[in-house]
């Protein structure tokens, strides 16, 4: 009986795998195959990197950032954050095209989970985040960050929880959603503010009291600052007034998960 | 049902074969204050094919959608295969192929990556699915294509793979909305030969819904789906045989005065169908020749003909088959 029972778990399992793995490879051949696609996500931030970073470089001044840290230098973590919100963006509408051209409706109607959808689109975004991500990461010296191993192997830790939760949060709002005109609109009205107010832009220090209590709330908060702290894991001092890094990990797991079941969940409740 | 994933052929568990392929009772839907759905009751044989036939509007993709298990059932009795919906639709979707109106391929893939992502969401994998995947090609006529980008084929050769992809996992009941949308009628009569080989071959049970008159021609039997109400269900034989004889229908300026004068000349009961005059009746050959020279100068045009589906439409609900639903 015991016996039975592990079985049909153990197949359930695997079955919910290869759903999820079969998912999650459709997203990357897509990727691979769309090179319109393959800049897209870079180029953007990329620009707002060097444009805004070399225009804000004179004028910024914060109290609570070590002196000599130049804006190039603290906008890098935020372009690297903005690589990871752009690619669960594209992702994600790619996911509201697959609504409106009619390829969900085949997946609906197989006998797979909802769940198993959900990871295996989260899983398949992220991954191409991760992917865009890293290769920003080359740029690194330029910021004038210099990486030991076990802090690259840390912020690509930290970047895979961060693209986890934007790609979970895009997640659900497109499975409510009938046309990509739609979630742009909710795309600059939630996420672009999300980021925006994250530290990935400007420090909490000396905002207005208001701000601060919004950046606090911010769930981006923590992952910025959790990837600050690990691309200064061997300067700790060197990163300014940020939460430290277990409880900024901690929490931006946490919302990972939380994001992610929430997915789930809008997922469950849609019709079609 | 534990071993689904190994058995994609196995079809049906045994103690169920004997149900028919669908059965619904008393099935009523609305949106809101709008009823898609009064009261539909029919039932699908084992390895027939039924046409749901109806103008846009009618309730055929409610149907459909309320089967394919992708929107709850509210009220009446459905059940598939043996199993109910309400209860078991993830029981019945192993043994369910659906193919949609609108293509759910993706166009970015080849032909044999659609269908090995579609056999994974069906629990196959490995050697069995790449060989299942080879017969499925090889019987559609695909295995040139296997390699060639699905939004490099043509129109027909998309709606094949559609189907290649609902057969793959072997399924006992084929759900199939407007299949034919956007086919030219040599396609849509190549792919109604396919189902009928599926049906014969395999013993697949299929549920297909169809504004094409002729489309519902082919089917074993065909129910009439109008304003949310199946108004009939037949064979397209028994169903022509309702309108009593042939058809006749004489075009005139005047349909009304006309429609009043043959009445009152020859005792039938003529109606007014799109500006023409409209009588069915046994031996409409006689009449032909007799109501051209009792009413010569007010006739245009007549035309006798043996009834087809669409007379069965008009006559069933008093509309012409495409301007009561558009």
């Not at chain 1, 029972?5 to 490879?25: G, I, M, N, P, Q």
């Not at chain 1, 295996?120 to 975004?125: D, F, K, N, T, V």
């Not at chain 2, 396609?187 to 697949?204: H, K, S």
């Not at chain 2, 020859?266 to 109606?271: E, H, L, M, T």
């Amino acid at each position: 009986m015991m016996q039975s029972f592990d079985d049909k778990a153990s197949h359930a399992l695997r079955r919910a795998a290869l759903a999820v793995l079969t998912l999650w490879w459709r997203e990357m051949t897509r990727f691979l195959r769309q090179r319109s696609r393959w800049g897209s996500a870079l180029a953007q931030p990329l620009v707002f990197w060097v444009l805004l970073g070399g225009g804000m470089q004179a004028s910024f001044r914060p109290t609570d950032v070590p002196a000599g840290t130049g804006y190039m230098e603290y906008f890098y973590p935020g372009v690297l954050t903005l690589v990871m919100l752009f690619t669960a963006i594209f992702a994600t509408i790619a996911i509201v095209e697959d609504r409106r051209e009619g390829f969900l409706q085949g997946v609906l109607v197989a006998p797979v989970t909802r769940t198993s959808i959900v990871l295996g689109q989260a899983l398949g975004s992220t991954t191409l985040a991760l992917l865009q991500g890293v290769l920003f990461l080359l740029l690194a010296p330029l910021a004038g960050l210099h990486l030991s191993l076990g802090a690259l192997l840390l912020v690509v830790v930290v970047l895979f929880c961060i693209a986890f939760t934007m790609t979970n949060l895009g997640l659900i709002i497109a499975w409510r959603m009938r046309s990509t005109q739609g979630f742009h609109a909710i795309m600059n009205l939630l996420l672009m503010p999300l980021w925006l107010l994250s530290g990935a832009f400007f420090p909490l220090t000396g905002v207005p009291l208001w701000l601060l209590w919004v950046m606090r709330c911010n769930p981006l908060t923590y992952g910025i600052a959790a990837l600050r702290r690990s691309l200064y894991l061997a300067h700790p001092d060197a990163v300014g007034a940020v939460p430290s890094l277990a409880p900024a990990l901690g929490l931006t797991v946490l919302f990972g998960v939380v994001t992610l079941l929430a997915a789930v969940y809008t997922a469950r409740q849609s019709a079609l | 049902m534990t071993r689904d994933g190994e058995t994609p052929h196995a079809v049906v568990p045994p103690a169920t074969a004997l149900e028919p392929g669908i059965a619904i009772k008393g099935v009523w839907h609305r949106y809101g204050t709008r009823v898609a759905l009064a009261d539909v009751s029919l039932q699908v044989a084992r390895g027939e094919i039924f046409g749901l036939l109806g103008p846009n509007g009618g309730g055929k993709t409610t149907l459909f959608h309320l089967l394919a298990t992708l929107m709850p059932l509210t009220e009446g009795q459905v059940e598939l295969l043996g199993y109910d919906l309400r209860h078991a639709a993830s029981a019945i979707r192993p043994h369910l192929g659906v193919v949609f109106q609108h293509p759910s391929l993706d166009r970015k893939l080849t032909v044999y990556e659609n269908l090995r992502h579609h056999g994974h969401l069906y629990g196959m994998s490995g050697q069995p699915l790449r060989e299942r995947i080879q017969v499925v090609v090889q019987r559609l006529g695909l295995t040139d294509r296997r390699a060639e980008l699905v939004e490099t084929l043509s129109g027909g050769l998309q709606r094949r793979l559609e189907l290649a992809k609902a057969f793959l996992h072997g399924p006992a009941l084929l759900l199939l909305d407007e299949p034919s949308t956007g086919l030219d009628p040599g396609a849509r009569l190549d792919f109604m030969a396919y189902l009928e080989y599926l049906r014969d071959q395999e013993g697949v049970s299929v549920l297909l819904t169809t504004h094409i008159l002729e489309e519902a021609e082919h089917c074993d039997r065909v129910g009439i789906l109008h304003q949310g109400r199946l108004v009939a269900v037949g064979t397209p034989d028994e169903l022509k045989a309702r309108v009593g004889g042939d058809v006749v229908v004489v075009q005139t300026p005047d349909p009304a005065a006309l429609q009043r004068q043959i009445h009152e000349r020859f005792g039938c009961a003529p109606i007014v169908v799109d500006g023409s005059v409209r009588v069915e009746m046994a031996h409409g050959h006689t009449f032909v020749r007799d109501v051209v020279e009792a009413f010569a100068a007010q006739i245009q045009a007549v035309t006798f003909s043996k009834p087809t589906l669409e007379d069965v439409f008009i006559h069933l609900t008093g509309h012409r088959f495409w301007e009561s639903g558009e």
